[in-house]
């Protein structure tokens, strides 16, 4: 009975370490203008970063644009934010809990886009000012003029962070952090890892188990399950004059298991998002 569990014992430490190995992080900010679709030239990447980065430093505030060739899995209302926190996005002074910035994300193979602002922007970006950020992205990219439409969004930012008098400081938060893995990670990612575990799981799991029956089986004394109580007594050890067996009841004990609410996850981002730190849009715009 002692190997059976440790063999149990074994089994889930197993299991366990397939499925929650840490996946790597899906992004890492390199640059303050990014795009994975290819819709950019090199040049004109290079020249909207040149800008973003100037104004970003002047006003103690990440200006971002970031075009991705999908939404990676996200929902139309959690698209920004999601590539926001991927991205490990926002400017700070040493202490990323601190990071302030905003950002345009826009799918190019949804044809839908959307802004959201984290940090200390998040007071001069309110869901207005982010909804005007939006209308005027939404005629350069209806017209297919997709630098016009990242360029025009960080000039304007810069303008509203000057017309707004933005300071920076390291905002303090009250809400839990945001799990580390969600932060990390995208729905798409986090579906394409489970998937590429399942064979391995299943493959462990069956050896495991036909491990387990075999031990089990070797420990069993008894040959089939008998269905009278005199062939489990011990020879002379109960003398019986009559027997008979009656069942009258039926008992069931329940016993409550106590679960941990707490949210798992492996730590992946260098600091942490919390939601009460963003602001958006009242919606992304499809064009």
Not at 50 to 75: F, N, P, W
Not at 187 to 206: D, K, N, T, W
């Amino acid at each position: 009975m002692r190997l059976t569990k440790l063999l149990i014992a074994l089994a889930a430490a197993v299991l366990a370490s397939v499925l929650f190995l840490k996946p790597a992080d899906i992004h890492a900010a390199t640059a303050y203008v990014m795009d994975e679709s290819g819709t950019l030239t090199s040049e004109q990447v290079a020249s909207l970063n040149s800008l973003a980065e100037e104004i970003s430093l002047r006003q103690k505030c990440g200006v971002y644009v970031i075009i991705t060739s999908d939404m990676h899995g996200y929902s139309e209302s959690s698209f920004a934010r999601g590539i926001f926190m991927n991205y490990d996005l926002g400017y700070d002074e040493g202490n990323r809990d601190g990071a302030s910035g905003v950002l345009l994300a826009i799918s190019e193979g949804d044809r839908y886009y959307d802004s959201v602002a984290y940090g200390a922007a998040k007071d001069t970006f309110s869901s207005y000012n982010l909804d005007r950020l939006n209308d005027l992205v939404l005629d350069y990219l209806y017209n297919g003029d997709w630098y016009g439409a990242a360029e025009g969004f960080i000039r304007k930012c810069d303008d509203i962070l000057t017309d707004s008098g933005y300071q920076y400081y390291v905002p303090t938060y009250t809400d839990p952090a945001i799990n580390p893995t969600t932060v990390t990670t995208s729905p798409a990612q986090r579906r394409e890892i489970f998937l590429s575990r399942l064979p391995f799981v299943g493959v462990i799991a069956a050896l495991l188990s036909l491990l387990i029956t075999w031990v089990v089986s070797l420990q069993n004394t008894n040959i089939g399950i008998a269905t009278e109580a005199m062939k489990y007594l011990v020879k002379n050890g109960v003398k019986l004059t009559s027997t008979q067996d009656i069942f009258i009841n039926k008992t069931r004990t329940t016993t409550r298991i106590h679960r941990d609410s707490g949210g798992g996850g492996s730590s992946g981002s260098s600091h942490s998002y919390h939601s009460s730190g963003f602001s958006s849009s009242s919606g992304g715009r499809h064009f």
